[in-house]
């Protein structure tokens, strides 16, 4: 994951007599006017999770630059869609993946000019081209990060390991899983070795089935906590909960640890995008240069501890958090991993259908 890429560019630049001859037949040709650059706006909309941005980040640019940038915050990922959806004015919004891919297909997305994003170069290449954006036309990666098993391991009686311990009867009523129907199912279909992302009938038939047989176990953590799992799990509500790492974090707690399941994590990704209707396109390029300054992308881990795919970063990150694997997972612990893309309208309705007669189940 951490590999070092350096890739050259070489240019070879041809000089054509035959052009050269017939330019100078013509006469001398009126040189193109150069461009004036657009004044840059004197203030971005910055959209994203609360507490993700340190505030001195954008400090600096704005000392920089002089271009203030106003910190708009959401709760989830369904508030930032919709207002985009509803053409509210943000220049520069965080994104999932899975909902990157959706808002480029409503053509809701500016295309990026990386003439004027260059330090993209600084993002390693297995986090770009991905699926849900094929050559980043639309979007800049920012964060990653995995989906897995919040354990207080002084309440089992033997190691969490897998998915599929989620499904013991011991621990009915203390598994605790988040409402995420996507995630939810992946995780079911990577217990039974499937593809997060299957669109095969009898294997999510399946998976409805090894969804009704977990009923019993879980609760929804939003019914009970719709802030974090946190508390919880401290308290002894819950001995196992779907989440991430930063719940360990949070916890501060030596009974409480990150499990990353043997058949293999979710994975999931934040990035930068520029709504289509932005009018600030370039000082928004322009910011997402800067924030891709290794300088500034290490600044961002040191605060907010979210692994970073700014692979000229690495060396500038606190040692301490670099070689946490809380933070930066080792790559055999991932290499299973998964990313959720979109369905097609058909398969999603089947999903639809599994995940309903889940909640409808007793």
Same mark, same amino acid.
């Given at each position: 994951?951490?590999?070092?890429?350096?890739?050259?560019?070489?240019?070879?630049?041809?000089?054509?007599?035959?052009?050269? =001859?017939?330019?100078?037949?013509?006469?001398? %040709?009126?040189?193109?006017?150069?461009?004036?650059?657009?004044?840059?706006?004197?203030?971005?909309?910055?959209?994203?999770?609360?507490?993700?941005?340190?505030? =001195?980040?954008?400090?600096?640019?704005?000392?920089?630059?002089?271009v203030?940038?106003?910190?708009?915050?959401?709760?989830?990922?369904?508030?930032?869609?919709?207002?985009?959806?509803?053409?509210?004015?943000?220049?520069?919004?965080?994104?999932?993946?899975?909902?990157?891919?959706?808002?480029?297909?409503?053509?809701?997305?500016?295309?990026?000019?990386y003439?004027?994003?260059?330090?993209?170069?600084?993002?390693?290449?297995n986090? #770009?081209?991905?699926?849900?954006?094929?050559?980043n036309?639309? =979007?800049?990666?920012? =964060?990653?990060?995995?989906? +897995?098993?919040?354990? #207080?391991?002084?309440?089992?009686t033997?190691?969490?390991? #897998?998915? *599929?311990?989620?499904?013991?009867?011991?621990?009915? +009523?203390?598994?605790?899983?988040?409402?995420?129907?996507?995630?939810?199912?992946?995780?079911?279909?990577?217990?039974?070795?499937?593809?997060?992302?299957?669109?095969? %009938?009898?294997?999510?038939a399946?998976?409805?089935?090894?969804?009704?047989?977990?009923?019993?176990?879980?609760?929804?953590?939003?019914?009970?906590?719709?802030?974090?799992?946190?508390?919880?799990?401290?308290?002894?509500?819950?001995?196992?909960?779907?989440?991430?790492?930063?719940?360990?974090?949070?916890?501060?707690?030596?009974?409480?640890?990150?499990?990353?399941?043997?058949?293999g994590?979710l994975?999931?990704?934040?990035?930068?995008?520029?709504?289509?209707?932005?009018?600030?396109?370039?000082?928004?390029?322009?910011?997402?240069?800067?924030?891709? #300054?290794?300088?500034?992308?290490?600044?961002?881990?040191?605060?907010?501890y979210?692994?970073?795919?700014?692979?000229?970063?690495?060396?500038?990150?606190? %040692?301490?958090?670099?070689?946490?694997?809380?933070?930066?997972? %080792?790559? *055999?612990?991932?290499?299973?991993?998964e990313?959720?893309?979109?369905?097609?309208?058909?398969?999603?309705?089947?999903?639809?259908?599994?995940?309903?007669?889940?909640?409808?189940?007793?």
């Amino acid at each position: 994951m951490h590999q070092h890429n350096h890739v050259r560019f070489i240019m070879i630049v041809i000089s054509s007599l035959f052009a050269l =001859s017939v330019l100078m037949a013509c006469g001398t %040709p009126t040189p193109e006017p150069t461009p004036t650059p657009k004044p840059l706006a004197e203030e971005l909309i910055f959209y994203d999770w609360a507490e993700d941005m340190p505030q =001195s980040v954008l400090d600096k640019f704005t000392e920089e630059y002089g271009v203030k940038v106003k910190y708009l915050t959401y709760e989830d990922q369904e508030e930032a869609v919709e207002g985009i959806r509803n053409n509210e004015h943000y220049d520069i919004v965080v994104l999932e993946n899975d909902n990157v891919s959706l808002m480029i297909s409503d053509e809701l997305l500016e295309e990026i000019d990386y003439q004027n994003v260059i330090n993209i170069k600084n993002i390693a290449l297995n986090f #770009r081209e991905l699926a849900y954006d094929p050559g980043n036309k639309h =979007s800049v990666p920012y =964060s990653w990060g995995v989906t +897995g098993l919040v354990v #207080r391991n002084d309440l089992v009686t033997e190691p969490i390991t #897998r998915w *599929e311990d989620l499904w013991d009867s011991q621990y009915a +009523g203390k598994v605790g899983l988040w409402g995420f129907p996507r995630e939810v199912m992946a995780m079911t279909l990577k217990s039974l070795g499937y593809s997060v992302n299957t669109k095969n %009938p009898d294997e999510l038939a399946a998976v409805k089935e090894k969804l009704l047989a977990l009923k019993p176990n879980i609760v929804l953590i939003e019914e009970i906590n719709d802030a974090t799992a946190v508390p919880l799990i401290l308290d002894g509500q819950l001995v196992i909960a779907h989440g991430w790492a930063d719940d360990v974090i949070q916890a501060e707690n030596e009974n409480v640890e990150f499990v990353i399941p043997e058949e293999g994590p979710l994975l999931w990704g934040d990035n930068f995008v520029i709504p289509a209707n932005s009018p600030n396109k370039e000082t928004a390029e322009l910011f997402l240069d800067f924030l891709l #300054r290794p300088e500034i992308a290490a600044e961002i881990v040191n605060e907010n501890y979210f692994p970073t795919p700014n692979e000229a970063a690495f060396k500038l990150i606190e %040692p301490e958090i670099y070689n946490d694997p809380l933070v930066f997972p %080792p790559n *055999e612990k991932i290499q299973n991993g998964e990313v959720v893309v979109p369905l097609d309208a058909e398969t999603q309705a089947l999903y639809d259908e599994i995940w309903q007669a889940f909640l409808d189940a007793e």
